[in-house]
């Protein structure tokens, strides 16, 4: 079993930064992949940011590339996203996931199904 802890949200103006927190504890020796996903109300749960955890490679969607970045802490087992640049779009509930299946980035976005374990999730507001 795997614990997801995300935390960092948080209420800002538009042109502003955020760094999201995801602690990650239990049986983690085997997890691949890790993601970020975000659900903004009404609308769906969309992959945001993806990362394979044993080379470090990185995967974004479109709309916050150049903008976002995710990655690992391996020492502290716990993943970022760093947002900077923030839009009002960017709104919504983040959350991080985590899966022992390998997602390669052939194809964008990440399934949701592929991943396993699920953080409770952690909001962020962007005022413009």
């Known amino acids: 079993q795997v614990q997801l802890l995300d935390s960092g949200g948080g209420s800002v103006q538009a042109g502003g930064s955020l760094r999201l927190s995801c602690v990650v504890s239990g049986y983690i020796y085997s997890i691949q992949s890790m993601a970020w996903f975000r659900q903004a109300p009404g609308k769906e749960r969309e992959g945001v940011a993806a990362?394979?955890?044993?080379?470090?490679?990185?995967y974004y969607a479109d709309s916050v590339k150049g903008r976002f970045t995710i990655s690992q802490d391996s020492a502290k087992n716990t993943l970022f996203l760093q947002m900077n640049s923030l839009k009002p779009e960017d709104a919504a509930m983040y959350y991080c996931?985590?899966?022992?299946?390998?997602?390669?980035?052939?194809?964008?976005?990440?399934?949701?199904?592929?991943?396993?374990?699920w953080g409770l999730g952690t909001q962020v507001t962007v005022s413009s």
């Open positions: 996931a985590a899966t022992y299946r390998l997602y390669n980035g052939r194809t964008w976005p990440p399934p949701s199904y592929l991943y396993d374990y």
């Open positions: 990362i394979k955890t044993g080379d470090d490679v990185a």
